[in-house]
């Protein structure tokens, strides 16, 4: 049974850092793309970062790019995100995602078919 683990969430006041762990079980997604979105109350689900399988490309919203960095270890089945310069409207749910085989990471969340159950990250100001 395919199972994404999230860790790392929590409160954090603004211009903090915070790095969040996904980490996979039950399978293999060494070739894989992976990605991270956040949820806040009340809106839909966004896309933050991906990372090709092979971690020669990363993508990250516009919203993000600078702050965020998208990595991730095959050899622990395990993606990370280091979030710097935290701002109280990064706060969300944040989930990891695994998109399709050999396939560019995508910024849509139908193009993803397993998911973490998700960390909250709360930004204070």
């Known amino acids: 049974q395919v199972q994404l683990v999230e860790s790392g969430g929590g409160l954090v006041q603004a211009g903090g850092s915070l790095r969040l762990s996904c980490t996979a079980s039950?399978?293999?997604?060494?070739?894989?793309?992976m990605g991270w979105f956040r949820q806040a109350p009340g809106k839909e689900r966004i896309f933050v970062a991906a990372?090709?399988?092979?971690?020669?490309?990363?993508y990250y919203a516009d919203s993000v790019g600078g702050r965020f960095t998208i990595s991730r270890d095959n050899t622990k089945n395990t993606v990370y995100l280091r979030m710097n310069d935290l701002k109280p409207e990064d706060t969300a749910v944040y989930y990891c995602?695994?998109?399709?085989?050999?396939?560019?990471?995508?910024?849509?969340?139908?193009?993803?078919?397993?998911w973490g159950q998700g960390t909250q990250v709360t930004v204070s100001s």
């Open positions: 039950g399978r293999s997604f060494n070739n894989y793309p």
């Open positions: 990372i090709t399988w092979n971690t020669l490309h990363t």
């Open positions: 995602a695994v998109g399709r085989q050999f396939q560019s990471p995508t910024s849509t969340t139908q193009e993803y078919d397993y």
